[in-house]
């Protein structure tokens, strides 16, 4: 089993910055196959950046630029950094993981775990 733990959401205003951080703990692979996903209130939840066993990353083309995913293997911690946010980036943010390794995108694989999420609000 693996557990993953969400931090760093909050509330900013349009154009600044945050990152969030997943500490995964239990039976993680070094090279872990991760992800960040988010769920706007009412709407279907959607993939947003991904990195693979090979450290490749992969982002949905709306974050492109102003979001970066990166992995501590040492410190099985996930972070996605976050700039020049925009109101319809407000979502309940999600950390999942993939049980094996992945050389795939991990946005086009099922996760095998999620976090409990992590609240994102940007004001216009």
């Known amino acids: 089993q693996v557990q993953l733990v969400e931090s760093g959401g909050g509330s900013v205003q349009a154009g600044g910055s945050l990152t969030l951080s997943c500490a995964a703990s239990?039976?993680?692979?070094?090279?872990?196959?991760m992800a960040w996903f988010r769920q706007p209130s009412g709407k279907a939840r959607q993939g947003v950046a991904g990195?693979?066993?090979?450290?490749?990353?992969t982002y949905v083309d709306s974050v492109k630029g102003r979001f970066t995913i990166s992995k501590d293997n040492a410190r099985k911690t996930l972070y996605l950094q976050m700039s020049s946010l925009k109101p319809e980036d407000t979502a309940m943010y999600y950390c999942?993981?993939?049980?094996?390794?992945?050389?795939?995108?991990?946005?086009?694989?099922?996760?095998?775990?999620w976090g409990q999420g992590t609240q994102v609000t940007v004001s216009s």
């Open positions: 239990g039976d993680t692979s070094n090279g872990a196959c």
């Open positions: 999942a993981a993939r049980r094996n390794e992945c050389y795939d995108s991990p946005l086009n694989l099922p996760p095998d775990y």
């Open positions: 990195v693979d066993s090979f450290d490749t990353t």
